[in-house]
């Protein structure tokens, strides 16, 4: 299989996400939706690590699992999946730490229990370089 671009992955992981809520809807909990999720992408041709620990050093001390990632796909885009009403600011910060402790550029925040996919999806970036034309880009300085 040839390389994807984290623009690649993220746009397979929104489609089979978008046809898993379709299919299935809300409501389930959140391990449902995480083990569909990695089979349909591993179906789709990608690697998807579930449950991944996170570690983290800090000032010389190792703290392992100080948390668990839902999705590592490719090694490249962490997905954490919610089933809850309403996402909370905290769980956009949850994976931002996650993707600073993973050295990781791109996230994706996936909440099934919204009403439609479009409501419960946020995508989470850490210093990845913008791919839109610099023409493109809105709130520019």
């Known amino acids: 299989m040839s390389e994807r671009t984290v623009e690649d992955i993220t ?3 929104v489609d089979a996400a978008y046809h898993l809520h379709c299919e299935i809807g809300p409501g389930l909990l959140e391990a449902v939706y995480d083990t569909i999720l990695a089979k349909e ?3 789709r ?3 998807a690590a579930r ?3 996170v570690s983290l050093d800090y000032k010389g001390m190792r703290f392992r699992n100080v948390g668990r990632v839902d999705l590592l796909v490719e090694g490249q885009v962490v997905v954490e999946i919610k089933s809850v009403e309403h ?3 905290v769980h956009l910060k949850q994976l931002l730490t996650y993707l600073r402790l993973l050295k990781l550029p791109i996230g994706l ?3 099934f229990g919204a009403p439609t996919l479009k409501e419960g999806l946020r995508r989470v970036v850490n210093g990845l370089a913008p ?3 610099s023409r ?5 300085r």
Do not use: D, K
């Open 51 to 53: 449950q991944l620990p």
């Open 45 to 47: 041709g990608f690697r």
């Open 87 to 89: 996402l909370a600011p």
């Open 131 to 133: 791919s839109a034309s």
């Open 41 to 43: 992408l591993e179906r």
């Open 136 to 140: 493109l880009r809105v709130n520019q």
């Open 11 to 13: 746009a397979e992981i």
């Open 109 to 111: 925040l996936i909440n």
